[in-house]
């Protein structure tokens, strides 16, 4: 028997916001895969994609363990050293397009304690590896890293991973964890010292170690390599080669006309875009990004959109940072969030996904929540089209900590308590049973 928390009652997010019911009216969170399981810190929820009908859960210190047939697995699909203090870990997980033929995944974490590092803190890595030849269920243990992104402290590290619709692999990244980003790390393109002068972006000279990519969401082609790295490849030095390609829609992928800012960057201007998600249907991508002081926000980028910038530090969500005036209008050429809350909901945002799962009319609907209030919120009009979302919050929901949503193969949503536990959204009366069972 597993116990369901459902609707009690509503408030809305943003104190603008129009009401509406949540729909169906029995939407509840059911726990996975049942009752007496707990997992270690689960802070990512992925599926292969292969027919498997397996849930990966990223336990954040140490392992990524399988639930199948409704159990977790004894061992571990991989184990993985990564250094464990403040926002480190494994971060993030995501499995090839091509996952079912080339048995190849990707895996974000932080490097251990002890490791060399670029910055003065430990590296955030990506790194690839492949699942064992003999057992569908346990990985190779060593992976190949494919880049390393210098840090200055350990929180702010974002973390996830996602592909894109045109099978390139989107990587968040924070602003390095200093409070306000007195660097301008997140508005800089390119190299820089951290010197607490934004205005240096692109200035390397004097002592110390150069920083990049913070602030962003990286997108690669992991299928790809160079066989010489341009000056605008920040992730390898110039003239060695490079275990991954950039797509030609980066904004900075042309090195004559970007010689100083960094290719592998897509979008720029995020404190720490911590958990975000690519909408399986329409490819559009959804951004939690945690605020300063004062302001929560949600940042939307529609499929095939090209790179942009999300407005970080000079805005917190609609108003200015520092000062708190709304509007912010942010710098030349940049977007404002999609939806903005304060600090009397919550403190982080955790960003979710637009439900696609066998609950019909849930479907379109984006769902996210916040690390510090555990809330679970519902945006009906999650629309490029509306310029500003409303929220409501789904009642009766169990106490967490909110760490990670994911979906499964048949786009069952879950989400992730950091205490443990992990749930799954559910409706008897909005279900789609055909849908629910994978077509099986």
């Not at 924070?174 to 393109?189: E, L, M, R």
């Not at 510090?372 to 009642?395: K, M, R």
Request: proline letters at 7%; a negative charge.
């Amino acid at each position: 028997m597993r116990v369901r928390h459902g609707i009690s009652g509503l408030f809305a997010v943003v104190s603008a916001s129009s009401a509406f019911a949540i729909t169906p009216a029995d939407l509840s969170l059911v726990r996975f895969p049942d009752d007496g399981t707990t997992f270690a810190q689960p802070i990512g929820i992925r599926n292969a994609n292969d027919g498997s009908g397996r849930v990966f859960v990223i336990e954040r210190c140490s392992d990524i363990v399988i639930v199948r047939n409704g159990a977790v697995l004894p061992t571990p699909f991989v184990s993985i050293d990564a250094a464990c203090s403040s926002e480190q870990g494994i971060l993030g997980l995501a499995f090839d397009p091509d996952y079912a033929t080339n048995g190849t995944f990707y895996v974000a974490y932080t490097a251990p304690d002890g490791d060399s590092q670029i910055g003065a803190a430990n590296d955030q890595v990506l790194a690839r590896y492949t699942v064992s030849a003999g057992d569908p269920d346990v990985a190779n243990p060593n992976g190949e890293i494919l880049l390393r992104v210098p840090d200055i402290a350990d929180n702010h590290n974002g973390g996830d991973l996602a592909f894109d619709s045109a099978g390139y692999l989107n990587w968040t990244m924070g602003d390095g964890g200093v409070q306000g980003d007195p660097n301008g790390f997140a508005q800089c393109t390119g190299r820089k010292k951290a010197d607490n002068d934004p205005s240096s972006c692109h200035d390397t000279s004097g002592n110390g170690p150069n920083y990049y990519l913070m602030g962003k969401i990286l997108r690669l082609d992991v299928h790809g390599t160079i066989a010489s790295a341009a000056s605008n490849i920040c992730g390898v030095a110039a003239g060695q080669p490079v275990p991954y390609a950039i797509p030609p829609g980066n904004p900075f992928a042309d090195a004559g006309a970007h010689p100083d800012d960094c290719a592998e960057i897509f979008n720029w201007g995020f404190r720490n875009p911590y958990r975000f998600s690519i909408d399986r249907e329409t490819g559009d991508m959804l951004i939690g990004d945690v605020g300063q002081n004062a302001y929560e926000e949600i940042d939307f980028q529609a499929a095939g959109s090209a790179g942009q910038n999300f407005q970080w530090n000079q805005c917190e969500a609609f108003h200015t940072y520092p000062g708190g005036t709304a509007p912010c209008v942010g710098p030349a050429g940049s977007v404002p969030p999609k939806l903005e809350y304060s600090h009397m909901w919550g403190c982080a945002v955790v960003g979710g996904f637009r439900y696609r799962g066998p609950i019909v009319p849930l479907r379109g609907q984006y769902i996210f929540s916040d690390n510090c209030s555990g809330g679970i919120y519902v945006v009906a009009n999650a629309d490029e089209s509306v310029p500003v979302w409303t929220s409501q919050q789904l009642g009766g929901t169990p106490s967490m900590s909110t760490y990670a949503f994911g979906e499964d193969e048949a786009g069952n949503l879950y989400v992730a308590d950091g205490n443990g536990p992990v749930y799954m959204f559910h409706s008897d009366s909005g279900a789609d049973a055909i849908f629910a069972n994978g077509f099986e």
